[in-house]
């Protein structure tokens, strides 16, 4: 059975640094092909993918927010971090961990954790 | 940028009616198009990947077609579980998600 949870803070200031770790099990991040990532949703609105990178340490970034994102994996732990900079009140949203196999489609998806961005 | 365009953005139905949803993609993307259902406090499932194949698990009633740019899914009959909200994703360049469709009870 395939699991992904996020964790993290739940409240940010503005301009600070939001850091999330995906723990997952069920798969392993050095199997030929395997992603993980994140995808966000405000609330209330669509929502966005932000960030991949996979077995190989390839790694793909949302053009709008590449500069603003860094995605790192630690295999040995099965987690991978997601770290998002100058947070703003726009970025209130829940995160979700995802599994992906190659470009295609998410197959497995955390529950979620809800980050708001207030001072 | 693929943007994908859904329609309806809310859908009123009852159980055991058919309802089909549509996602029109501003450039063709052949058929890398997938579908998720949304739930609070649930992890989203995904549904249909590559615009007609049921993914392990999901039941029959779900369905998906279209290629090119015009893509639809359909509920054959609307069970209890199904009221949710429904998201289709494009992979032919990047990802995008279409705004969602919310199937409420009527």
């Known amino acids: 059975q395939i699991t992904l949870k996020e964790s993290g803070p739940t409240l940010v200031k503005p301009t600070q640094t939001l850091t999330l770790t995906c723990t997952f099990s069920?798969?392993?991040?050095?199997?030929?092909?395997?992603?993980v990532g994140w995808i966000r949703q405000p609330p209330g609105r669509a929502l966005e993918w932000l960030a991949l990178?996979?077995?190989?340490?390839?790694?793909r970034r949302s053009p709008s927010l590449t500069s603003r994102l860094t995605i790192t994996k630690d295999t040995s732990k099965n987690q991978v971090v997601l770290i998002m900079t100058n947070m703003d009140p726009v970025d209130t949203a829940t995160y979700y961990c995802?599994?992906?196999?190659?470009?295609?489609?998410?197959?497995?998806w955390g529950l979620g954790t809800l980050v708001t961005v207030s001072s | 940028d693929v943007q994908l365009t859904q329609s309806p953005s809310t859908l009123s139905a009852s159980v055991g009616d058919r309802v089909t949803i549509t996602c029109r993609a501003s450039q063709s993307i052949s058929t890398w198009l997938a579908w998720y259902q949304l739930k609070p406090g649930k992890a989203p499932k995904l549904l249909i990947y590559e615009a007609a194949s049921l993914e392990s698990g999901v039941p029959s009633r779900f369905s998906g077609s279209g290629s090119g740019t015009e893509f639809a899914l359909t509920i054959s009959s609307l069970q209890p579980d199904d009221f949710a909200t429904y998201y289709c994703q494009q992979y032919n360049d990047y990802w995008t998600f279409g705004q969602g469709t919310k199937v409420e009870i009527k």
């Open positions: 990178i996979y077995w190989d340490d390839e790694d």
């Open positions: 069920g798969f392993s991040l050095d199997t030929n092909g395997v992603g």
């Open positions: 995802v599994q992906i196999n190659g470009d295609s489609y998410f197959s497995n």
